[in-house]
């Protein structure tokens, strides 16, 4: 069973109900944060979906490393170098090539404050090829998309996900329309796909209505959940715009959306 936890659905500029990206996953049981953005780990606190706090992190995966999505890579580790959390096994970064160059400037600046007290830090630098195993039986699997080109971002990721049962759950990360987008999304029982501008505001390395729209229609998913939403998408009613190209079921995320696969009509 994967839950895909929406802890922020908005892209760099904050809304009461768009945030910037912070998604909790949990696969057979076993939950990752992905992409803590700004105010990532007080919405998972918040949540109720970490009652022991920082405590309950174990894995941090990352798509690319623009501040929107591991601003709060630094509270993350602040925290951790308190002595409350009680919690001793390694803490696990997972994300593209440049992460541990990146964490290493950090540790320029904060020193060590931002070293874990308890707990070991293992940084390991992932692309397309690798599969994470996950705990309960799953998987983890990074494939490459088409963001920006600066030093943050150029080997950007996106996640497919599944449980031992075989379902699926594809994450886009930050990208434009793709073939490796196109090809992780074919089939899959849950797409969440960054729907950042409207049409008339694309944006070079983002998805527009249209492009969204397009890649559902050709990849046909079984369900899909739309997010990364700059202010001038979340006013839109984007399921219907997305609706326009793919007759399967479309949710507009907000923040503290959960999507479940497979679904549970008891839950
Ligand atoms: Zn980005």
Redesign the pocket.
Known sequence: MIRFHILGAGGAVPTPTHNPAAYWVTVDGQSILMDPGPGALVRLVQSGQAPRGVDDIETVLFT?L?P??CADLVPLLFALHSPVPKRTDPIKLFGPPGLASYLEKLKDIYGTWIEPRQRKLEVTEIGPGVTLPLAGGGSARPFKVD??QDRL?RF?LGYHFSDAAGHTAVFSG?TGPCAELNKAATGADLLVVECSMPDHLATA?HMTVSQVGELCARAKPAKVALTHQYPPAAALDLAALVGEFFDGPVHQAIDGSVFFVPEDKNR
């Open positions: 690319h623009h929107d999505h963001h920006n971002a950007s930050d390395g």
